[in-house]
């Protein structure tokens, strides 16, 4: 396959369009890019369904898990245009899956820390002189046992040969490490540095051929990578995610925040094992000076992901860490690049939900120290009641480490208190209320979206039913043999409000934060706030004048007018393709009071007439929701001098998790039942070498602390739009 040069692709992408009219002569795109405008051009703009975190054969995890495929075929999928094909759980690749129906945009978000490696050991007819390719590190990546006469290492030790790889790198446990390559590269140093650029390349290549520039603009690309640094095992991964193909000469690794010099005075934590902790300011300062700042028409967002999993461990701060400084002066700047360059968050994926976090089995919902065990004392306008709905897709694992199998499941439940209030975003966004009067500015004053980490090249594969088989390859072929993987969810989409299906249109979605995410359907919610809107808004045409007197999610309220409380419009449509009725529709609000403590409350604003949903014994829909639900909010109890987020969360009725109808169609296991325990223990005894894999099959959400693992056999998918906020 011919790449495009470096050169060649920013040589085009600095020639910019001029503004293009449509018909009417309203004002259209101002393009960064040489592309057709889009055909269908809506200035009140439309929902674009699309996943901003996907992974494929060039990623070392996904290669070490047996997948083969590239980005271009990662687009495809997408597309619609082709079949991947996945391993079994002995490795062989026999799984082929076509996506149900195709995505509207796609970032392949690839592990830029080895792309030197994963380039050597792959890219056979390039590399294949290189004295690297003969290396340990290539023989655990490709999964063949080291030697002469290399053959393929048996099924049973390919979670050896993968952990082996994880401890042996540096980007693993040990990324925050002043470690700067592996063994190979330092061996053929320029080998692995002319690999690194050619993956990149090559990623590029794949976004720019799959980007439709003519007028249909069926599919847009984005140029992306992920920075994923895990010391310890906690998550402080990032997407970077570009406006073109104007972008880094290389990506800007884990490694590099670890161990280059840092170009800004602030303190890192030292963890006592595994050396420093990754400084995300090495990452914020370099997409500001190598990208946004210099000429031309670059330009990006960082987003973090799935923080469930970003719990300190050996004293390693988390990945929503306060902006770093040893000064006043220092956190307040780097509060305002935070800003900048980091204007969203993913709340969901195949990890878990981030939202909060409810555990049944504790009758507790995750605050912040103060509140862990009940409301705060000074929390008396919240209901008194804890958010059962934060119980949604939960993980019990604290760190990558138990999500990923790499550790034995727990055989107790951990507390709510195990797990760091910072690691969930509605306590972030909390505490972006408290640093705003502390710095005069909001460092977490986050969009909301979410996508897959799906590492099968297998984007907008987000299905639940028994047809889904895991997101990690070989590691989870069988989602139902372990406590680890049984526990991962399918996935969610990222929703963008655009005017048309391109590259900028969308990108401006994205730093305006008109987003939301879903739990993989495609409800289409929509969410404005203001200061004069009618009680009778949903009746008429509110997307309009919601724009013309009020802002969309993801925006800041004007100031007040005279002394009315903000009304909210929020309206949801349910999924005509999945066809799930809706349940209800909620605001979320958080608060600062003058004292500077947070709080927070949940109002039903819209709830179907029918009983809500239920499932019945065999996953049969019992209920009766609505196809759509529209409600005009006030805020009961608004105060003009505290500063408040509003958030919608949309839920839809009932269905049965993926997990419990892969149980009953492959093993004839009914989780619903209350035979479940005796049908296992029937196919155990007839079929010991299934043993393994049924079971997780009853695994419920049990009552007490002891009960493990914690796994819904129901579900309830939903969207989570971005908040509107409030200053005084």
């Known amino acids: 396959m011919k790449l495009f040069t470096r050169s060649a692709i920013m040589a085009a992408a600095v020639l910019v369009c001029p503004s293009l009219t449509n018909a009417q002569g309203n004002e259209r795109i101002n393009y960064s890019e040489v592309r057709e405008p889009c055909a269908d051009y809506k200035p009140l703009k439309q929902p674009f369904f699309g996943n901003l975190h996907q992974h494929t054969g060039r990623s070392y995890d996904a290669s070490l898990r047996i997948v083969r495929s590239t980005p271009d075929d990662a687009y495809k999928f997408a597309r619609g245009l082709g079949a991947v094909t996945t391993p079994d759980q002995f490795g062989f690749q026999t799984r082929s899956t076509v996506i149900p129906r195709k995505l509207d945009f796609l970032a392949v978000t690839d592990h830029a820390e080895f792309f030197g490696e994963v380039g050597i050991c792959q890219d056979i007819s390039v590399f294949s002189g290189d004295p690297a390719r003969n290396s340990l590190e290539c023989a655990l990546l490709n999964q063949y046992l080291y030697g002469p006469t290399s053959f393929p290492i048996p099924f049973f030790l390919r979670s050896s040969a993968s952990a082996a790889f994880t401890i042996f790198s540096p980007m693993g446990p040990g990324s925050g490490l002043f470690s700067s390559v592996m063994p190979m590269c330092k061996r053929t140093r320029s080998g692995c540095q002319q690999a690194e650029l050619r993956v990149w390349d090559e990623i590029i290549q794949a976004a720019h051929d799959n980007y439709d520039r003519t007028s249909a603009c069926t599919f847009t690309t984005f140029v992306a990578y992920e920075n994923t640094a895990t010391p310890t095992f906690v998550n402080h991964h990032r997407n970077i995610i570009f406006r073109n193909e104007d972008v880094l000469e290389r990506p800007i690794t884990a490694i590099d925040i670890a161990s280059r010099p840092n170009p800004v005075p602030t303190r890192q934590v030292v963890s006592p094992v595994l050396g420093t902790t990754p400084d995300p300011t090495i990452l914020w300062r370099g997409i500001k000076e190598d990208c946004l700042d210099r000429p031309g028409n670059c330009d990006a967002v960082v987003i973090p992901h799935n923080t469930n999993l970003a719990t300190p461990i050996a004293g390693v701060a988390t990945l929503m860490a306060d902006p770093p400084g040893d000064t006043l002066r220092e956190q307040r700047r780097n509060a305002r690049l935070m800003a900048e360059v980091q204007p969203l968050v993913e709340i969901y994926q195949d990890k878990g939900a981030s939202e909060c976090r409810f555990d049944p089995r504790f009758r507790n919902i995750l605050r912040p120290a103060e509140a862990q065990t009940g409301l705060a004392p000074s929390d008396v306008r919240n209901p008194g009641e804890p958010d059962e709905f934060c119980s949604f897709e939960l993980l019990d694992a604290v760190s990558l480490a138990g999500a990923s199998g790499v550790n034995p499941g727990r055989t107790t439940a951990n507390s709510p208190q195990a797990f760091d209030p910072r690691a969930y975003v509605r306590n972030v966004l909390k505490d972006g209320l408290s640093l705003e009067r502390k710095l005069g500015v909001n460092p977490f004053k986050l969009g909301i979206g979410a996508s897959q980490d799906d590492h099968t090249s297998r984007p907008g594969f987000t299905v639940e039913d028994a047809s889904y088989n895991g997101h990690l390859g070989i590691d989870d072929a069988v989602p139902t043999r372990s406590i680890n993987t049984i526990q991962n969810s399918s996935g969610g989409d990222w929703v963008v409000w655009a005017e048309e299906n391109s590259r900028d249109s969308i990108f401006d979605g994205l730093k305006a934060k008109e987003t939301y995410g879903t739990s993989g359907t495609r409800p289409i919610v929509r969410f404005f706030g203001g200061w004069n809107f009618g009680k009778n808004l949903c009746e008429k045409n509110f997307v309009r004048r919601g724009y013309q007197k009020g802002v969309p999610m993801g925006g800041d309220l004007p100031p007040r007018v ?101 149980c009953q169609l492959r093993f004839g296991i009914n989780p619903l039942s209350d035979r479940c325990e005796k049908q296992k223990e029937r196919i155990e005894t007839q079929f010991p070498l299934l043993a393994g894999n049924v079971s997780q099959c009853c695994a419920g959400p049990g009552t007490t602390p002891e009960d493990v693992p914690f796994l819904e056999t129901v579900i309830q998918e939903r969207a989570w739009t971005s908040p509107i906020f409030y200053s005084p």
């Open 562 to 662: 005279g002394n009315k409380s903000p009304r909210f419009v929020a309206a949801a449509w349910k999924d005509d393709f999945i066809g799930t009725d809706l349940q209800r529709i909620q605001i979320v609000k958080g608060w600062s009071d003058r004292l500077g403590e947070t709080h927070e409350a949940v109002y039903d604003v819209a709830v179907t007439d029918g009983n809500g949903g239920s499932v019945g014994r065999f996953c049969q829909d019992r209920g009766r929701g609505s196809e759509h639900l529209c409600a005009v909010w006030e805020d009961p109890d608004f105060d003009p001098e505290e500063n408040a987020f509003y958030y919608v969360r949309v839920l839809e009725n009932p269905v049965c998790r993926y997990s419990t109808e892969y």
